[in-house]
Structure formats: C-alpha cells, structure tokens
C-alpha cells in the first residue's frame, strides 16, 4: 500500500452504522466502506462549497421556504453540472488508486450514489444555512 493510501484510509472516520452484508452488491459495499466515510471526512469542505453556491446564485436561498430549500438544494447537485461535478470531485479526490480504478468502472451509478448522498447530508444540516454567511 502507498503512503497517500496509508494515510488517506488512516484519516477516515468509521461508521459503524454502515452495514455491510452477504448480499450487498459490490457498489453498496464501496457506498458504505468507501464513499460515506470520505464525505463525512469532507462534511466542512461540503458545507462551506454549498454556502458559496448560495452566495453565486445571488442568495435566492433564503428567500424560500423550507419545502422550497430542501428543493434547491436537490436541483443545485443534480441539474447544475459545474457544481454537481465539483462536489463529485470533492469526493473522489480522496480515493485511493485501487478505489479510483474501481470508481472509474463504476462511475455512472456510483455518481448517482454520491449526489443521493450529498442531497441528503446537506438537507439534514439545513438548518446551517439559515443565515447569510
């Protein structure tokens, strides 16, 4: 193993409610053992990127309601593919190689994976958002 891989695997945190069965496909088992610790790992750097994208599209963020922010933030990681792809990069760039390799044959679904995840991990901290940075 690499040193960038030592140290990347060493840096994530562990979540234990992650599970990993017999009959998990291989793409959940990278979601669970790879993708979640690397964005919990990378929460600030999300936040703070999702902060800044309010600010771009001019705060109109918190003009809206509740229902409507939960919304904005769905169409911010799946419809504006500039930001989509800089938060995919966000992730992927602390991969290892072997985990990259497999990510790159995967990529289609695992992207799919990973703005699920982010839409989900920004909408549960919402309430961050509350105010003008």
């Keep these: 193993m690499s040193q960038r891989a030592s140290h990347l695997l060493n840096c994530r945190p562990t979540i234990t409610a992650a599970k990993v069965l017999e009959n998990t496909t291989v793409q959940e088992q990278f979601q669970n053992n790879t ?3 690397v ?3 990378q929460n600030d750097v999300l936040l ?3 902060q800044k994208y309010i600010i771009r ?3 109109t963020f918190y003009k ?3 229902e409507e922010r939960m919304l904005f933030i769905e169409k911010a990681l799946q419809k ?3 930001y989509r792809n800089l938060m995919i ?3 992927i760039g602390l991969l290892t190689l072997e985990e990259f390799e497999f ?7 695992l992207n799919k994976r990973i703005i699920s995840m982010l839409v989900k991990r920004l909408q549960d901290q919402i309430q961050i958002f509350d105010q003008p940075a």
């Design 35 to 37: 993708l979640r610790p």
């Design 39 to 41: 964005i919990k790992l």
């Design 48 to 50: 703070v990127s999702f």
């Design 57 to 59: 599209t001019k705060n």
């Design 64 to 66: 809206l309601s509740l």
């Design 80 to 82: 504006d593919m500039r």
């Design 89 to 91: 990069g966000i992730i």
């Design 103 to 109: 990510y790159y044959e995967h990529n289609a679904t």
